[in-house]
């Protein structure tokens, strides 16, 4: 059964800096690409940003140059850092495959970040 389990939200003061963490369970997590998508209150889930098996990394326009990600194979761990974090970053974060999410998403963590 597939499972991610996302942690590490919370309010944060704008400016400042979180990292984000998903366990992921029931994949063969090395060879998959994974990826971080977000969901405002009223607004559809997006993409985030992305690392692929190899390693390689992509970002949406809006948090390029703020976030990072990467991964733990040997944890089934993805990691999302996210640094200086603005009102517009306050969403729920979600980890899940990039590209074709699994039907089967996480609780998702929430980072509201404060004025």
């Known amino acids: 059964q597939v499972r991610f389990v996302e942690s590490g939200g919370g309010v944060v003061q704008a400016g400042g800096s979180r990292r984000l963490s998903c366990a992921a369970s029931g994949i063969s997590f090395s060879s998959i690409h994974m990826a971080w998508y977000r969901q405002a209150p009223g607004k559809e889930r997006e993409f985030v940003a992305r690392?692929?098996?190899?390693?390689?990394?992509n970002f949406a326009d809006s948090v390029k140059g703020r976030f990072t990600i990467d991964r733990d194979n040997t944890r089934n761990e993805v990691y999302l850092e996210m640094n200086s974090l603005k009102a517009e970053d306050t969403a729920t974060y979600y980890c899940n495959r990039a590209n074709i999410p699994y039907p089967d998403w996480g609780q998702g963590t929430q980072v509201t970040v404060s004025s």
């Open positions: 690392i692929n098996s190899s390693g390689s990394t």
